[in-house]
């Protein structure tokens, strides 16, 4: 009973560090970890915790076995590294910082081998059970490393931000500083079709992540002095997402109104040309925007000769890298939805329908 115990503890208390470690990881998961450069060798996303798990539970049962047989000194250690381990979604996930995470998991891993070391001798099925942890481990540092030197150093700078300049940025005197477009309606003047509180997430809390991310980003290289659609023109990886996100948002937003509108005839007449009628136009839509697989954005977009398509794109993917200008967009990624609808996607694209602002479409012809 006692031996059991020692090994049900441990166990237990590893997978509850994982679950807080986790939940800390949430928000970064979704918004901040999608927009990095990462490893060639990078394991899909569901790969994670089910390695995780089985890491925890060969983790405790090596301290079950250290309790039952081994060298009560190294208690301590497996508990250092325990911390540390934890430490690590701290640096990484909730502060952003790829460096902070870089040298908490350098840490990791000497203490892993630390404790490998020591509990061979006396214990040797507890070094065993660490030995696949300190190989992923060694293998996290170098996804880790790869992130750090592949994305740019974070650096102190001052992002302002300002409701006073919509759908534009301010230059300073070496960096351009992207800020927070107006809305042009108030906070709860969609509601009920998209609630104040989805708003306060959406646009003041996702928008304005990848609004300072694309800042801090772009310190120091060629796209610090470039307009918002040129960087979203000419840069990839993270700076691409960041500021097409940045776009696609702001154009997203600005393409709503509270004031429920027809059609205008000039579009209606492209819009039946084109698809054969309005209604057909929204039919297809529709189902572009419902048919998306995982998070993107689908488009209205003209083309250089005037002719209009339906354009899906997958993430932070825009028309305009192709050549295409934007008409209207609809963003799918879940969290534009989740609060409101929860999962299901339909009811967000038939309420969204309602908010939108054909004039400025129109207008964009
Ligand atoms: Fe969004």
Same mark, same amino acid.
């Given at each position: 009973?006692? &031996?059991?115990?020692? $090994? @049900? ?62 060298? &009560? ?29 870089? #040298?908490?998991? @350098? ?8 404790? @490998? ?15 696949? $942890? ?38 300073? !005197? !070496? ?27 959406? $646009? ?14 772009? #310190? ?39 004031? !429920?509108?027809?059609?205008?005839? &000039? ?30 954005? @689908? ?50 694209? &038939? ?9 400025? #479409?129109?207008?964009?012809?």
């Amino acid at each position: 009973m006692k &031996k059991a115990v020692c $090994y @049900v503890v441990p166990v237990l208390l590893c997978l509850l560090v994982g679950v807080v470690a986790g939940s800390l990881q949430t928000e970064s998961l979704s918004e901040w970890y999608p927009t990095l450069t990462k490893a060639p060798l990078s394991p899909p996303a569901i790969v994670f915790p089910i390695a995780w798990t089985l890491l925890y539970i060969c983790m405790g049962l090596s301290l079950g076995r250290v309790l039952i047989d081994g060298d &009560k000194r190294f208690v301590t250690l497996w508990f250092l590294q325990l911390a540390v381990n934890f430490l690590w979604s701290i640096f990484f996930f909730y502060l952003r910082s790829p460096l902070a995470g870089l #040298v908490d998991i @350098v840490v990791l891993d000497l203490l892993v081998v630390l404790y @490998v070391w020591g509990v061979r001798r006396q214990t040797p099925s507890a070094a065993w059970l660490f030995v696949p $942890y300190l190989a992923w481990i060694l293998f996290a540092t170098y996804l880790n490393a790869y992130i750090y030197i592949k994305n740019p150093i974070e650096k102190e700078i001052s992002v302002v931000l300002t409701m006073e300049d919509p759908m534009s940025s301010t230059k300073n !005197q !070496q960096t351009m500083t992207h800020t927070m477009p107006q809305l042009p309606y108030a906070m709860e003047a969609l509601s009920p079709k998209m609630s104040r509180e989805t708003l306060e997430y959406h $646009y003041g809390k996702h928008l304005q992540t990848y609004i300072d991310n694309l800042n801090r980003l772009i #310190v120091g290289t060629p796209y610090a002095a470039m307009p918002l659609d040129e960087i979203v023109c000419k840069a990839d990886g993270a700076i691409f997402n960041n500021a097409a996100q940045t776009w696609n948002h702001t154009f997203f937003f600005d393409t709503l109104t509270p004031a !429920q509108q027809a059609v205008p005839e &000039k579009l209606a007449a492209a819009l039946t040309k084109e698809f054969g009628s309005v209604e057909a136009f929204k039919e297809a839509f529709t189902q572009a925007a419902a048919g998306l697989f995982g998070s993107g954005w @689908v488009w209205l977009a003209e083309s250089p000769e005037g002719r209009l398509s339906i354009v899906a794109e997958s993430n932070a993917g825009n028309p305009m890298t192709r050549g295409l200008k934007p008409l209207l967009a609809i963003d799918v990624w879940e969290h534009a939805y989740y609060i409101d609808c929860r999962n299901r996607r339909a009811e967000f694209i &038939k309420n969204w329908w309602d908010l939108v602002d054909w004039r400025k #479409v129109a207008d964009r012809l």
